[in-house]
């Protein structure tokens, strides 16, 4: 049974900071691409980071510089370490896997930027 685990969230001011983490478990994690996304009420989901089964990172331009994706394969975990944040990254975030044609998604976890 694939399980994606998102902890982490929570409400913070502007400017504060907040670590997400996904643990994975039941599939064989270091093969797969992992991702975290985002979706504020009202909009559609939108991928904040990605990283590969190797090192290769990318980043929506809105969070770049702000945000670091970090994955450590012998633990199942991907991390995302959120600095600066804004009232625009409140959403919920949610941590993917992706391998070929398979993929699967955590349940996600609230993120709320606001003083």
């Known amino acids: 049974q694939v399980q994606l685990v998102e902890s982490g969230g929570g409400l913070v001011q502007p400017g504060g900071s907040l670590r997400l983490s996904c643990a994975a478990s039941g599939i064989m994690f270091s093969r797969y691409i992992m991702g975290w996304y985002r979706q504020a009420p009202g909009k559609q989901r939108e991928l904040v980071a990605g990283i590969s089964s190797g090192t290769s990172t990318n980043y929506a331009d809105s969070v770049k510089g702000r945000f670091t994706i970090s994955r450590d394969n012998a633990k199942n975990t991907v991390d995302l370490q959120m600095n600066n944040l804004k009232p625009e990254d409140t959403a919920v975030y949610y941590c993917?896997?992706?391998?070929?044609?398979?993929?699967?998604w955590g349940q996600g976890t609230q993120v709320t930027v606001s003083s």
């Open positions: 993917k896997a992706d391998y070929i044609t398979r993929s699967f």
